[in-house]
């Protein structure tokens, strides 16, 4: 079964507004979780790692600002975009570390007019 | 460095024939790879994994060959069915970059009847 769950699957936002994805870990305390950003036929692309307890480290040119990662317990990371326009929407995926592997979440879309 | 496909190449086989799927990796030093499964409009799915002190490794249907040699992955897919139809991700970790995945480009497998 799923050992990550990812809410919401498919959000609709008008463009000014903010969205949060909330990642949760089900079977396991996850120290790291990742995030990452999918556009149509193509790959996934890192945007942060998200440590509890500690700030997270983006990738180059992910704005922190703009995706705002928190990590406040051992089961839930949030990414929020802020202030969305619509060159933000795509499929949002998070992850968690388990022994070696990471397991994703189903995804996120993000749909921004 | 990351590889970003604009274009996800595509293999088509018919149902029951087997199904191999490439990949090129470029960072030497990586020493653990993935495959991953994603279908449309789902988060990525665990399939099987390898050291880099292997060259093969064997699960149900599915095998994954190594050849560091050429910095190649292939997975191969025993009597293939509808059900596989998805995209295939190959991922590596290497040493030094912590538990960062770097994903492949991609490869669509479409199953025909």
């Known amino acids: 079964g799923a050992v990550v769950s990812q809410h919401p699957s498919w959000v609709i936002c008008k463009s000014g507004t903010s969205v949060k994805i909330e990642c949760r870990s089900l079977?396991?305390?996850?120290?790291?979780m990742f995030w990452y950003r999918q556009f149509p036929k193509q790959s996934l692309m890192l945007m942060a790692t998200?440590?509890?307890?500690?700030?997270?480290?983006?990738e180059q040119g992910v704005e922190k600002d703009k995706f705002l990662i928190n990590h406040a317990s051992l089961t839930l990371s949030t990414l929020t975009v802020t202030s969305a326009h619509p060159e933000d929407s795509s499929f949002y995926i998070c992850?968690?570390?388990?022994?070696?592997?990471?397991?994703f979440g189903a995804g996120t879309r993000l749909s921004v007019l | 460095g990351e590889s970003v496909g604009l274009h996800l190449p595509t293999l088509s086989v018919q149902e029951g024939d087997n199904s191999i799927i490439n990949c090129a990796y470029s960072?030497?030093?990586?020493?653990?790879f993935i495959w991953y499964k994603q279908e449309s409009g789902k988060g990525p799915q665990f399939i099987i994994d390898?050291?880099?002190?292997?060259d093969k490794r064997q699960g149900q249907r599915v095998t994954v060959l190594l050849n560091k040699t050429v910095k190649h992955l292939s997975l191969q897919i025993a009597a293939t069915q509808p059900g596989d139809s998805a995209v295939y991700f190959c991922?590596?970790?290497?040493?030094?970059?912590?538990?960062?995945?770097?994903f492949g480009t991609g490869t669509q497998l479409k199953v025909e009847l």
């Open positions: 992850s968690e570390l388990g022994e070696n592997i990471q397991y």
């Open positions: 079977d396991f305390q996850a120290t790291t």
């Open positions: 998200s440590n509890e307890g500690s700030k997270a480290t983006y």
């Open positions: 960072n030497s030093a990586s020493d653990y």
């Open positions: 390898i050291r880099s002190n292997m």
């Open positions: 991922a590596e970790i290497s040493g030094g970059g912590g538990n960062k995945l770097t």
